[in-house]
């Protein structure tokens, strides 16, 4: 295989580079990917180094490595393209056939890691610190790197003044408004980690975002408990296990009006 192929279709310049954009993409639909599909992910990931970003591993070799049927490792790739995480290139060999087909993984267009939730700018000179407000920073040092740790602390306490508008965008826009008036944005975010975490433990049919009426409901009540201390647990353990239960009793529903499904094992539910 002549490498131009390889190196026309590279969109990442180095494995860190990469790492991000797939971690970006982990943080965001990871809750929307099967087991298979995630095992795949890995194992493509993994061997897309060489020249970062492409992989030259067969449907078979990855079969292999996983533990997957191929027709697994087919669908899971399909997903991985329909999610725009990578493509699927056909490549020739010089005599005109076939040749090796590459998994090219994609930049992401809406990065976000927890870490990139800071200030895009830091002042040059740190203020000195108030006792009458918490978004002020500390006093600055004479050593330029302690001043710089310093500056990083207080980034990361400003996250406090930050409204629900610096959300990021994988999180539903109704699900902010339900929460936001109960959570500040970092509770916001966690809660949202929660449901995707309920999520990945059920078998439904549609993307999470279908069901965001439930689990508004399902936020509702885990309030109401907390405020009239019924949660022995913290809020998000309460909210958790409603979710949880409230998944399962959807899968039964959409399960009982399936007229396709001809048994369901609900002991392994």
């Given amino acids: 295989m002549q490498m131009n192929w390889v190196t026309s279709e590279q969109r990442f310049t180095n494995k860190a580079e990469l790492d991000r954009h797939v971690r970006s993409f982990l943080f965001k639909r990871k809750a929307a ?14 061997h897309a180094i060489k020249y970062p970003g492409v992989s030259f591993m067969k449907k078979q070799t990855i079969a292999d490595k996983t533990g997957l049927s191929t027709r697994t490792v087919t669908r899971a790739l399909n997903k991985l393209a329909d999610e725009v995480l990578i493509k699927k290139v056909s490549t020739k060999k010089p005599n005109g056939r076939q040749g090796v087909n590459l998994i090219v993984f994609l930049p992401q267009a809406d990065l976000f890691l927890p870490d990139d939730v800071t200030p895009s700018v830091t002042p040059d000179v740190t203020p000195q610190l108030s006792s ?43 699900f902010i408004n339900g929460t936001k008036p109960f959570l500040n944005p970092e509770e916001v975010l966690r809660a949202w980690r929660t449901v995707e975490n309920a999520f990945r433990t059920t078998a439904l049919k549609w993307p999470v ?15 109401f408990a907390r405020k009239h201390e ?26 009982s009006e399936d007229r396709q499904t001809l048994y369901y094992n609900w002991l392994e539910e």
């Fill in 33 to 46: 990917l099967s087991e298979g599909t995630l095992k795949v992910l890995k194992m493509v990931w993994r």
């Fill in 132 to 174: 009458d407000t918490s978004c002020d920073k500390p006093p600055m040092e004479e050593s330029s790197m302690e001043t710089k740790e310093k500056q990083r602390k207080a980034s990361y306490r400003n996250i406090d003044c930050i409204d629900h508008s610096y959300l990021p965008s994988f999180i539903p826009i109704p």
């Fill in 209 to 223: 975002e279908e069901y965001i009426q439930t689990i508004l409901a399902t936020f509702k009540r885990a309030v």
């Fill in 230 to 255: 019924m949660v022995k647990k913290d809020l998000f353990s309460y909210f958790y296990g409603g979710l949880v239960q409230g998944f399962k009793e959807l899968v039964r529903k959409e399960v």
